[in-house]
């Protein structure tokens, strides 16, 4: 019976509740403020479990109208009565869910009240989940047995045990000591061993697994008979809970009885490789020294896999005695075994690998050769120098594994071996890939002895320089860049200068500033390098270096203005769209009016602000101007990217077009794949001709496939 003090508080309560009720000002909050509030958006009024068990009842009919829908709110609720101190918001949840949870309750609502009560559920919900471990829907029993494996509770372990002693179909027997096992508790063991030794897999291979995940040393007989009976799945895994049950073993600090089994594993010539590797990497962890030096001999194994197990065992004990072995085994290894050892060597962190991988530079075989160029990316330090640029100056292979390692070999004095090596490099190949390697590693301190290297008696070399210059020198070196532009002797060094001035002044954010360098020179610049000075200028944009390309295009001089028509033509923006148009049209130079044209036609392309009409109108004009089937082929290809209906209107004449047609189709194709929903009279008409003049499969493939998308196959009114 209820004590008085009790019945008198309830009775209080009571009536508090029922005051709110009726008071005008203190209305109950609606369903979806409440829902809110217990989803963690505001405090909400219940503070007892009384009361929120009646808050959660209160919105629970409203949640679970629609049970195959969006639950995210009642999912905010279940979230935040699950957190960390709020015992009493959780239970009373769990209780409101399995007032719900009716054996008339539809599917859906079972299956969405399950799926909560697995993460919120306790000892009061219980009864009702194991109850539906019987329902006649096999997805409700599914979800009752998953809510049941993830209640930390005695007594749901108890109804999963109970069930499995009643349970008659061998699937589902064994779908329950999946939900034991889940639970890893080795009182189960036995449980599971004596499943084990059924004879329908439905329930002994799940068994095994469960064993192997809950049992000692003594479960190793169970899994071992197993191996030799059953179906081959069975078998098979028999092995894997063998080698299962040695990994628990080992995290139980039974590390003998684990290598026990490991050992078998490793010697036994007829189990899979995957075993074997399994074994290898056990052994590491749980076996002796003499089990060490076996994995020692590994690395050079026959099985590929047996040598990575082994050298990643290796590897994390860090031992240097293990580095002394490998060292040992090296100066006798042959060709096959030469780079796993000495990988191990560098993955070992034993600072004797740089001296070895520096002798295995020199090995006969290139597998070798290039096996110690990419460990000296982790081992090496300057004293590596030498060899890499040997190595880097040689072909194939040998000479990427080299030029790599060059670009990522870190320690003091790298930098300076490598600018030391410019001038003092025993050949003119080393002294080349240290001026390249310089460039790619962004070394600044480079820039004063790679200027010098641009003035070198080697070609080679000088065009390396400028490369690298290009690379890494900063803006404000742009003058003396420029300087070696106008003083170039040959025209080869000149283009090199010049696109090393363009790589260093694109560094300038600023276009009329990065410029300016360049023009002032240009203003004092005569003969040969003021035409290049132009290119430069017609690379790098801006208002005022278009200006003096202009006046370079006027000029009655036939250089300087061939110099200015094709700085123009570079240009990066679409500003000398006119200029480009007018000289494409009245250009007396073929070949100049040619590029002129080929370049208007690439701005067309550029990313505006034209509407698609506008941009296919230019095109057109375009190919009025255009006379080669070259030209006329890159408008079609600008046209193809215009995603409109104008764009295939366009493109439809040249279907027909000899010399043209492979392009016309392609582009008809790009355009119609997009624009087909809103113009199918047109894109249908256009994929008929496609399909009547391409000599391309894959282009009828391609009008074929929008033809089906306007009619499709067995539509009325399809022909």
Known sequence: MMPIRHTVMAAVVAMGLAA???????????????????????????????????????????????????????????????????????????????AKLTVDASTPVKVLLLRHLQRIGGDEAVPAIAALLADKDAQVRECARRALSNIPTKSAADAIRGAIDKADDPAWHGALIGALAYRRDPADAPLFARAAARTD???????????????????????????????????????????MLADRLVTLDHRPDAAKIYREYLDAPQQQPRYRCAAIIGLGTAGSEEDIARILGLITDPDVQARGAALSVLVHRRDPGTADHVLAKLAKADTAAKPWLLRALVDLGDKRAGAALLKAVEDEDQTVRIAALTGLARAGDASAV????????????????????????????????????????????????????????????????????????????????????????????????????????????????????????????????????VLAQLAKTEGPARYTLLAVAGQLGGERALAAIRDAVKSDDAKTHEAGVRALTNWPDAAPMQDLLTLAKTEPNNTLAILSLRAYVRLIGMPSKRKPEETVKLYQGAMEIAKRPDEKKMVLGGLGEVKHRTSLEA????????GLQGEACAAAIRIARDVWERNKDLAK????????????DSQKRGAKEILDKIDPPGHVGAE
């Not at 957190?83 to 918001?89: K, L």
Request: glycine letters at 6%.
């Open 20 to 98: 709110a009720r009726s008071a005008p000002a203190a209305d109950p909050p609606k369903n979806d403020d409440l829902i809110k509030q217990l989803g963690g958006e505001g405090t909400p009024a219940a503070k007892s479990a009384t009361e929120f068990e009646a808050a959660y009842a209160q919105v629970l009919p409203q949640l679970l109208e629609k049970p195959q829908g969006d639950d995210s709110a009642l999912q905010r609720i279940a979230f935040r009565a699950s957190r960390p101190g709020a015992e009493t918001e959780r239970a009373a949840l769990s209780k409101a869910l399995v």
């Open 685 to 696: 008409f256009t994929m008929t001709k496609v399909l009547e003049v391409s000599k391309s």
């Open 386 to 517: 030498p060899a890499l640029l040997k190595s880097a100056a040689a072909k194939g292979e040998e000479q990427v594994a080299a030029r790599n390692t060059l670009e990522v070999l870190a320690g003091k004095g790298v930098d300076d071996a490598l600018v030391q090596h410019i001038a003092d490099a025993p050949a003119v190949p080393q002294r080349v890939e240290a001026i390249r390697a310089l460039g790619t590693r962004r070394t600044p301190e480079a820039v004063g002895p790679l200027f010098a290297a641009t003035t070198d008696a080697e070609g080679s070399v000088r065009s390396e320089a400028f490369r690298s210059l290009g690379l890494i020198a900063p803006f404000n070196e742009l003058p003396r860049a420029l300087a070696l532009l106008v003083n170039a002797k040959e025209d080869a060094d000149r283009d090199n200068a010049a696109k090393a001035a363009v790589a260093i002044a694109r560094k300038n954010d600023d276009i009329d500033a990065r410029s300016a360098p």
């Open 201 to 243: 897999d439905a329930v002994r291979i799940p068994a095994m697994i469960a064993l192997a995940r809950t049992g000692d040393a003594s479960a190793l007989s169970v899994l071992t008979a197993n191996r030799e009976t059953g179906s081959d799945a069975a078998k098979a895994v028999a092995n894997e809970a063998c080698l």
């Open 651 to 658: 493109v439809a004449p040249f279907l027909s077009e000899d």
